[in-house]
């Protein structure tokens, strides 16, 4: 069947290449006229824009067209296609493409050739990488802690993937560059020889801190129930060991202390410690059987 040399435009998708449209029934000169008087863009080689405003969305399509076969998004831009939330998709995609394509960086496209086999999500969208290896990718190009570890925090604490595949991903991903994803993983417990909530139990059985309670349910007068990491119940007193230290935004900040407020409200003591804080070990002891102490001086003065 002979394709039409003029198809409709509006069953033209958005972005499209120089192959595609000529598959399409497009012959040069009709394409170049399309570029000449303007129906069309070319944002990238052999890559053209056939709407009115180009949309981040369009950006990631035009860097996957331009990358050509075998190509996926990663970095913040797969996690931005990812729907991760508070993750703005970049002024540069990162696109990976296995050793058999030989296309460049051009432009604000960076493509990097991988050896290792690229395991696309499988969701609807751009053509991506798994969450975990896309935040490994992007943590690489960040130049601060603070921004890995935020960009950490969020994707793990938006359930994009957990702590396991990252770790996976840093080991597996090249190691220039991932110093600041190393240690942010072991600032939140990752390499530890157990969870922290396990390592914390064992440091204060072994100083005699017992009469604990692990994830205990607690019934409020509300009738709402609240699970803390060790609760001692004749104290009315509960320790949390974050499993993330860092909060990236009020909203993070306003979680956590609301969930604090309800306990207090009813009147818990309840204290927060890091997974850090496990590495001083006497004193991550010292400070929590001076807050039982104390908790237990209130009580018998009724303070509490």
């Given amino acids: 069947m002979r394709l039409d040399p003029f198809p409709d435009p509006d069953a033209l998708p958005r972005v499209i290449g120089r192959a595609d449209a000529l598959r399409r029934g497009f012959s040069r000169h009709a394409i170049d006229h399309r570029l000449s008087t303007g129906q069309w863009d070319r944002v990238l080689p052999r890559t053209y824009f056939t709407g009115e405003t180009m949309s981040d969305l369009d950006r990631c399509r035009a860097a996957l067209a331009f990358a050509g076969s075998g190509a996926a998004l990663s970095g913040t831009a797969a996690l931005w296609a990812a729907q991760v939330r508070r993750v703005p998709c970049p002024q540069r995609v990162l696109i990976l493409v296995p050793p058999s394509n030989r296309t460049r960086s051009r432009d604000w496209v960076q493509v990097r050739c991988t050896f290792r086999p690229i395991t696309v999500a499988r969701w609807s969208g751009p053509r ?55 240690q942010a993983l072991a600032e939140v417990g990752w390499g530890a020889a157990s969870a922290p909530e396990a390592e914390a139990a064992t440091i204060l059985r072994r100083a005699g801190l017992t009469g604990f309670e692990q994830n205990a349910t607690l019934v409020l007068p509300d009738g709402s129930t609240r699970v ?11 320790l949390e060991i974050d499993s993330v230290e860092w909060h990236f935004d009020q909203r993070d900040w306003a979680g956590t202390w609301d969930r604090h407020l309800d306990l207090t409200t009813f009147g818990y003591s309840v204290i927060h410690r890091p997974p850090s804080a496990l590495r001083d070990r006497a004193r991550f002891v010292s400070d929590v059987r001076a807050w039982l102490g104390g908790r237990e001086r209130d009580l018998r003065r009724g303070l509490a």
């Fill in 128 to 182: 991506r990488v798994e969450p975990a290896r896309a935040t490994a990718d992007a943590c690489l190009a960040l130049r601060r802690l603070d921004d890995v570890r935020t960009l950490v925090a969020r994707v793990v604490q938006d359930g994009g993937c957990r702590l396991d595949e990252l770790a996976g991903e840093l080991e597996a991903g090249p190691r220039r560059g991932s110093a600041f994803l190393r």
């Fill in 228 to 238: 803390v990491d060790f609760y001692w119940p004749g104290l009315r007193a509960c």
